[in-house]
């Protein structure tokens, strides 16, 4: 099976939702979409399940999960094993892997980079890595002004970006991408590991951040990754388990507090 190229279907309803000319053996596919619980498990079960593709479907609800399932284990052509990512990445920054029972399914979890999900399996450490890692800016070891785009799959993230709330500009500066930088403690700044087990690793962080008004916000967060098992993902997509489908999938939490006084 090879991959030649990804495609994002977006996905805002059962009517906008087709496969038509999508090549499942051609093609990475991934799927984001908002639609109601029930309308998605319809679409699933008579487009997805059972299509001989390589699959990785976005679905966002009070926490997000992340769904990575593949009916073959075979080798892509230009595919990076999960170990491979894995390796590398720990030879720059410390790597929570969380791993079920059989040892398949896998998720690279970075504390340093606030608790963020880089990278999944279904496979091991032979199997495919899920995740896209900028592997030549974190070799470097250079941190660039603007935003550190590390890759992965999931990540802790607060807005608004631009206006008068924003958080990425100063207050008097001029709503231009020169003048746009993302808060240390969303993109440099590490997570502390508060619990760690085989299948969770909870994050946690005390930071401050002052918007474009000038008004500072003194917070906590508490970020939670949790693998999830292959019952729970079948049942969350209202679907039997599907011959020959491996799958890995985790959600993560992020809970947000005030600290300031007012």
Known sequence: MTIAKTRIVRLASPAAATLRGIRG??????????????????????????????MKINCMKSSIVIISAITSLAHCANAVPFGDDVAFLKQHTEIIVLSDQSGKAEVAVSPAWQGRVMTSTAGAADGISFGWINREL???????????????????????????FSIFFAKGAKFELADWFTPAPLDTLPFKVARQSRTEATFTSEFAVTNYSGVRFEVAVKRTVRLLTPAAVWKNLGLPPAKGVSLVACDSKSVLCSLSSD
């Open 25 to 54: 053996r051609s093609e990475r596919i991934i799927f984001v979409t908002t639609m109601p619980g029930k309308s998605w498990r319809k679409f699933t079960k008579r487009h997805i399940i059972n299509k001989p593709m390589t």
């Open 138 to 164: 974190i070799a470097s070891g250079i941190m660039v002004p603007h935003i550190n785009v590390f890759g992965g799959e999931d990540r802790f993230w607060l807005g608004p970006e631009g206006g008068q």
